[in-house]
């Protein structure tokens, strides 16, 4: 009986152009994260790209890159959240970023939501995770707690005291060399696959780069060019997925693995939209619409482009599909299955829409090539200051030589990443990405039918939008006075504790 089974199998493979991984054979799954990389960063993404991405081009080639790939929010901790589980923010519930030096450590990424990992450990895949985490930095919600075997990185974003690297549930490096986590986690990470390579395994590596403080090794930092350290870190990024993909190549795992690149949202200062309006914390494209790049030869065809919206939430169910894994009964997952739209440029997106968020509250939905920004999409970050001091500005959260460990030549808020021109941000606004993917001209009023159509979408989904209230905070701050920012403890690190304050910071605690 298995010889006939196996026979049809071969068969049926040998008919179609590509062929999942036979049960019996589980595929390997390798879904890579950079942190505030733009859709213009890649390359082969923007012809307006001012970075050479070689490896992650020929990446795209040898496979299928989606040219309106959406995450649910314009920031880091729920697009995480969503990536791994397939469901919009508001359902896993983390619609924040935790931050321990402001106090924000209370919530993180709930112990009955199921992710990728928990789903394939079930099937028996080794499970690991080398880089940020971002959804919950303390015991209850660290990466173990969440399906993953082994856990390296660090627990939140690079620029938040105390920036610890974290093995498993203990420090095991403070302060962090921040110049060495792209090639560190990468190491790890192909250690990781040389040892598992018998078995089937799921690698998640979240990278820091090229979140801020932007920080390049020996190889890569050119010191003589001070002013394109962006461009640094993204050549070694680049070369790093690179090696990343060699070194399965020469393990002879490649057609048996799945590798998919992307990132949490769009780019800070110094990056690229590639044309498109807006950055990082804002729900322009340029907030939004991040690269994405899979490969797996022999089951997704070379060159593959597929302009059809996709979104973070698909991963999931797009992984479960070609594991042959069952989804949750008991959750709601938002994604689809779009391993079609890998294999055929021609394939149609299975959503009707797809939705943004901006903080607790939904503000954007995605229909075809329209878009509505239901709430404002908002001004430009730091739009009340001048030129001059755009240039001087000093970022709290910035390279201090003593913990946080990197360069000093940070991209200043003058260098905007994406189109700052168009129509003014307003509530309402609907726009023809067909048309016009820098969103600068407004068309609501011109389409009073599309807006009606998707505001009523847009409603019903509202209503399964929980309310959110303020997590606690965990240090009584002093009100800053007017004008000044709000404050930022420089905690103590070294161990997994967000209490410790430094001495020359008590004064700025309120007395009880």
């Known amino acids: ?69 959406n995450v649910p929010t314009p920031y880091c901790a729920p697009s995480r959240g969503t990536i791994l589980t397939g469901r919009y923010p508001f359902r896993h519930s983390v619609v924040r970023n935790p931050a321990p030096d402001a106090g924000v450590n209370n919530f993180g990424l ?3 939501e199921v992710t990728i990992a928990e789903l394939l450990k079930e099937k028996g895949y080794a499970t690991a995770a080398y880089g940020k985490w971002h959804l919950g930095h303390q015991e209850e919600w660290l990466p173990r707690k969440q399906g993953f075997d082994e856990y390296l990185g660090i627990l939140y974003s690079n620029d938040m005291f105390p920036v610890q690297l974290v093995h498993n549930e203990k420090v095991v490096e403070y302060p962090v060399v921040q110049a060495t986590l792209t090639q560190r986690y990468t190491t790890k990470a192909i250690e990781f696959i040389k040892k598992n390579q018998k078995r089937p395994f799921f690698l998640y590596l979240p ?47 490649d057609e048996k693995t ?7 949202n769009g780019p800070w200062f110094g990056g690229s939209t590639g044309g498109l309006r807006g950055m990082k914390s804002r729900t322009w494209e340029g907030g939004l619409r991040v690269p994405m790049i899979a490969r797996m030869p022999g089951t997704i065809p ?103 460990l990197a360069p000093y030549e940070q991209s200043p808020p003058s260098d905007h990443p994406g189109l700052t021109t168009g129509d003014a941000p307003k509530a309402m606004m609907l726009f023809d990405l067909e048309e016009d993917p820098g969103e600068q001209h407004d068309v ?18 509202e209503k399964e939008v929980p309310d959110f209230p303020a997590p606690k905070n965990d240090y009584l701050f002093r009100a800053p006075k007017k004008g000044e920012p709000r404050r930022l403890m420089r905690l103590i690190g070294g161990e997994l504790e967000y209490d410790r304050i430094p001495a020359t910071q008590q004064h700025l605690l309120k007395k009880e």
């Open 1 to 69: 009986m298995k010889f006939y089974v196996s026979l049809l199998l071969l068969l049926t493979c040998s008919l179609l152009p590509v062929c999942v991984a036979a049960e019996g054979d589980p595929p390997n799954v390798i879904l890579i994260f950079a942190d505030d990389l733009g859709y213009g960063d890649v390359g082969c993404f923007s012809e307006e790209s001012p970075f050479k991405t070689p490896h992650l081009d020929r990446m795209a080639a040898e496979g299928a890159k989606l040219t309106s790939f």
């Open 110 to 112: 709930p112990q009955s």
């Open 207 to 253: 990278h820091a780069m090229p979140h801020k403080p932007l920080a390049a090794s020996d190889n890569f930092y050119t010191p003589e060019t001070r002013n394109n350290l962006y461009a640094d870190v993204i050549s070694e990024l680049d070369a790093e997925v690179g090696r990343l993909l060699s070194a399965i190549k020469e393990l002879g795992i």
């Open 258 to 264: 799945l590798v998919i690149f992307t990132s949490d």
């Open 302 to 404: 070379k060159g593959v482009s597929n302009d059809a919206p996709t979104a973070s939430i698909d991963i999931l169910p797009t992984i479960m599909s070609l594991t042959q894994t069952e989804l949750p009964a008991d959750l709601k997952i938002d994604g689809k299955n779009i391993l079609p739209l890998l294999q055929d440029a021609n394939e149609k997106s299975p959503h009707d829409a797809i939705y943004g968020m901006q903080g607790v509250n939904l503000a954007t939905i995605r229909s075809g090539k329209w878009k509505l920004h239901v709430r404002s999409p908002g001004r430009k970050l730091f739009s009340r200051l001048t030129q001059q001091q755009l240039e001087n500005y000093i970022d709290p959260r910035g390279p201090d030589g003593v913990i946080l």
């Open 444 to 461: 609501a009023a011109s389409n009073p039918q599309i807006v009606k159509e998707l505001t009523q979408k847009f409603r019903a989904m």
